[in-house]
């Protein structure tokens, strides 16, 4: 069998699965439902699911959260409801699981392109004033996507995921990944133009126009920066 055919194949055989472990699924559901995401769930290349923390909760009302101990304003995820969760989604902890938090290690382009990779990804978002610290034990990470304080993980979650799902194997068709490789290389991608040519005294840059490859290649390597890995 040539690598090719092998490549096609596990291509085909891993599908990944992202579990996200949230109070409010349907603002995951919902931003998930256009686009790249979309298309790639309807491609089969991966299977999204938002869980709602709720049906793990300790009692008839789905509780999830609890005061501090010591005191403090608002209220902490609880630990026992959180590891029941990903018990359920990840009996063996074969998955990687994020945690949410703006303490976490920063999220970046390099890390996306790890998790492309992996088979099962599991997200815990944290609502409230933050998690039981005893939730890091059955967590692998704690990951955050910028030095801001969001009022909750769901946004976060939602970055990581469009980052990771647009960097699986066929996703993108090939026209839209050569344009993209750019950004896989640690680079930002270059200016672009399209028409009109001239818009309030601002012109495309003649190279583009040239028909030049070879010089149309170099330009846009010039106009390439270092992507801020924060
Ligand atoms: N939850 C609240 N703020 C966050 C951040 N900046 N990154 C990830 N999760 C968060």
Known sequence: MSSYQEEVISVKLVKMRID???LFPEMIENALSFSIP???????????KAHNLRQWGID????????PYGGGPGMILRVDVAN???EAVDPDHKAFRIMLSPDGD???????KELSEKEHIVI??????GFDARIDKYIDQKVSIGNYVLSGGELAALVITDAVVRLIPGVLGNEESLTHETFENDVTDFPQ???PDTFDDQTVPEVLKSGHHAEIQKW???????????
């Open 20 to 22: 996200i472990l949230t």
């Open 38 to 48: 979309s298309r790639a769930q309807k491609a089969d290349k991966v299977e999204i």
């Open 60 to 67: 008839s009302h789905g509780n999830v959260d609890d005061s």
């Open 84 to 86: 029941k969760a990903l």
């Open 106 to 112: 920063q999220f970046n382009q390099s890390q996306a």
């Open 124 to 129: 815990l978002c944290g609502r409230y004033e």
């Open 193 to 195: 133009y399209t028409r």
């Open 220 to 230: 846009r390597q010039s106009q390439q920066k270092p992507l801020n890995q924060g």
